[in-house]
Nanobody, 116 residues
Framework: QVQLMESGGGLVQPGGSLRLSCAAS????????MGWYRQVSGKQREMVAL???????NYADSVKGRFTISRDSTKNTVFLQMNSLKPEDTGMYYC??????????WGQGTQVTVSS
């Protein structure tokens, strides 16, 4: 099973920026989808941003225009640049990968807290 290693979370003031990284433990080939979900205590995990093997992206309405997902295929890494952060962006951010042969895989999560 692939391991997904997240980094980049932390505490930031409203209006600030953070960049999350997710590195896969193995080279990724063929059809796949990678990205980020977030979860707040007591609520369902929700999709934040996804990118697929074609480079197509999908964003939650709440983050459009503020967050950007990108990838470095040579390093099997996906990034989430988060700008103009709001307190409601606070949550545990989980890296996600899906491949048709292996199904879904999740990282351990990295905490993002937006507070003054």
């Amino acid at each position: 099973q692939v391991q997904l290693m997240e980094s980049g979370g932390g505490l930031v003031q409203p209006g600030g920026s953070l960049r999350l990284s997710c590195a896969a433990s193995e080279s990724i080939f063929g059809l796949y989808q990678m990205g980020w979900y977030r979860q707040v205590s007591g609520k369902q995990r929700e999709m934040v941003a996804l990118i697929d093997s074609y480079g197509d992206t999908n964003y939650a309405d709440s983050v459009k225009g503020r967050f950007t997902i990108s990838r470095d295929s040579t390093k099997n890494t996906v990034f989430l640049q988060m700008n103009s952060l709001k307190p409601e962006d606070t949550g545990m951010y989980y890296c996600y990968m899906w491949r048709p042969r292996y199904g879904a895989a999740w990282g351990q999560g990295t905490q993002v807290t937006v507070s003054s």
